[in-house]
Each structure stands twice: as C-alpha cells, then as structure tokens.
C-alpha cells in the first residue's frame, strides 16, 4: 500500500525552527492540500517528504521504508515532485522537458510507450500547440502546466506539488485542481499540494492540513479545518464560512 509516514519530525532553517514534532500519515488515493500563511514551513515540509531536504528529528517513510535509505532513481519511481517556479535557464522545447519526467523509467531510451504518455498528458493539459516552443517562451501560466505534465508522466503513486496553480488564471486553476482530483481517484494516486487560496482548497480537496507557527494547527475535512475560529487564529482575519453545494466557502471581512 502506498503510504507517507512522518513521525515526529522538526527542521530548522540554522538557529530558527521552522516546525516541529509534526506527524502525519498519507494512505489514501485523495487529492490533500497543505494551507498556511507565508513562513510556517508547507514547502519545507513538501521537500521533507521528498528527500531534497533533510529532518533534523524524527523520521520520515515511504511505503514502510525510511526514506533514507532509498536511492534517488528509486524514489522517483514511486515519487513525483513539481517545485514551484516559473521559468527556465536552460533551451529545450516544451515536449523535451516533458519527456525528462520518463528518465526514472526510461534512462536515456525513449521507447515508443515514453512517447504514448508524454503525448497524452500534454493532450490532457492542453500543451500539444506548444510542442516545438522554447520553454522560454512560454508564459509563467504555461510553464507551470509544463512542469505539472512532467511530474505526472512520471507515473508516480505519490505526486507532491508546490503551489501548482499559483501562476494560473481562475478557470485554468479550477481545471487543473478538478484535473488532480480525479486523477488520484482514477488512477488510484495521491496527490499532497501545497495552496493558499482557501475558497480553491475547500471547493477541492478531500482532507486539508492547516499549519501555523510551529507546525500542524488542524487537518481533516473542508468543514473541520476551514472555521471561522481556526481562520482567525491562523491567519488573523476575521471571517464568514457560508455553504455552497456542500462545500464551505469563506468570506473574509476586511477591517475586522
């Protein structure tokens, strides 16, 4: 069973803790979105479970085993993890930095199958009139779908994401997040992004983490986690949590 254990983990960035005694366990196929102010560690915890960085205390594991005991090739097999940027030192066309996602499982042999995929995600995100483009062409919007097709072609039960839609305008941001969400369920992956719109994450996610000052403030679902006390405490805003079709959705009330 694909699974992310954390157990009691802490980081600290020198002399100043970012979190600490955090656990946590990801066993679903569900889309699960990590929400926070600026500063409380959502992206240092994301690379936490990715091995890009190390936990000062505790332990992280992937599918039972400690995660530092596997090797990069072996981890990226089972692991996918899309930063957060939105731009590229480097010339390549937009179909070449897709199939660089395929090197886990291809090495440097493009097969006939490593091109199925690649043309089928960018199909599926709307990438295939970009194909022969330098990815320094593109705009921030463009090369974030980019990054998110590289990521999935890698097949990986386990797709972590660093504020995925943040260079998206409003209907590609709720295409994409409704994209993720069915594909965990259809193909049976999970999918951990970091987010920071609220109303995006309630109308989506299937469980939500909200992090302060220190580490895990709540998680469950939309209604458990998105409060008007926990958005109050967190983020120091007064708010109003309506209902809409099931979902919570959250209006702020500036001057509060």
């Given at each position: 069973?694909?699974?992310?254990t954390?157990?009691?983990?802490s980081?600290?960035?020198?002399?100043?803790?970012?979190f600490?005694d955090?656990?946590?366990?990801?066993e679903?196929?569900e889309l699960?979105?990590?929400?926070g102010?600026?500063?409380?560690?959502?992206?240092?915890?994301?690379?936490?479970?990715t091995k890009?960085?190390k936990?000062a205390?505790?332990?992280?594991m992937v599918?039972?085993?400690?995660?530092?005991?596997?090797?990069l090739l072996d981890l990226?097999?089972?692991?996918?993890f899309?930063p957060?940027?939105?731009?590229?030192?480097?010339?390549m066309?937009?179909s070449e930095?897709?199939?660089?996602?395929r090197h886990?499982?291809?090495g440097w042999?493009t097969s006939d199958?490593?091109m199925?995929v690649?043309?089928q995600?960018?199909?599926t995100l709307e990438l295939q009139?970009f194909?022969e483009?330098?990815?320094r062409?593109l705009?921030?919007?463009?090369?974030?779908?980019?990054a998110i097709a590289?990521g999935?072609v890698?097949?990986p039960?386990?797709?972590?994401?660093d504020e995925?839609?943040s260079?998206?305008?409003?209907r590609?941001?709720?295409d994409v997040?409704?994209?993720?969400k069915?594909?965990?369920?259809?193909?049976?992956?999970?999918?951990?992004m970091?987010?920071h719109?609220?109303n995006?994450t309630?109308?989506?996610a299937?469980r939500?983490i909200?992090?302060a000052?220190g580490?895990?403030?709540?998680?469950?679902t939309a209604y458990?986690v998105?409060?008007?006390d926990?958005?109050?405490?967190?983020?120091?805003?007064?708010?109003?949590?309506?209902?809409?079709d099931?979902?919570?959705h959250v209006?702020?009330?500036p001057?509060?």
């Amino acid at each position: 069973m694909t699974s992310i254990t954390a157990e009691c983990i802490s980081y600290s960035y020198g002399e100043e803790t970012v979190f600490s005694d955090v656990s946590l366990k990801f066993e679903k196929p569900e889309l699960v979105c990590i929400l926070g102010p600026n500063g409380v560690g959502k992206t240092t915890l994301v690379k936490c479970f990715t091995k890009i960085l190390k936990v000062a205390d505790g332990k992280v594991m992937v599918n039972g085993l400690d995660i530092k005991d596997y090797g990069l090739l072996d981890l990226a097999k089972i692991m996918a993890f899309v930063p957060n940027s939105s731009s590229s030192v480097f010339s390549m066309t937009v179909s070449e930095a897709v199939m660089m996602g395929r090197h886990p499982h291809a090495g440097w042999v493009t097969s006939d199958r490593d091109m199925d995929v690649v043309d089928q995600m960018m199909h599926t995100l709307e990438l295939q009139d970009f194909a022969e483009r330098d990815i320094r062409e593109l705009s921030a919007g463009q090369f974030q779908r980019v990054a998110i097709a590289r990521g999935l072609v890698q097949e990986p039960k386990i797709l972590i994401m660093d504020e995925p839609t943040s260079n998206l305008d409003v209907r590609n941001q709720m295409d994409v997040m409704k994209f993720l969400k069915d594909y965990a369920k259809k193909t049976e992956t999970m999918v951990l992004m970091v987010s920071h719109d609220l109303n995006i994450t309630a109308s989506f996610a299937d469980r939500i983490i909200l992090m302060a000052e220190g580490g895990v403030y709540a998680d469950g679902t939309a209604y458990d986690v998105l409060t008007e006390d926990n958005i109050r405490d967190v983020y120091k805003v007064e708010s109003k949590i309506i209902d809409v079709d099931g979902r919570p959705h959250v209006i702020l009330l500036p001057g509060r």
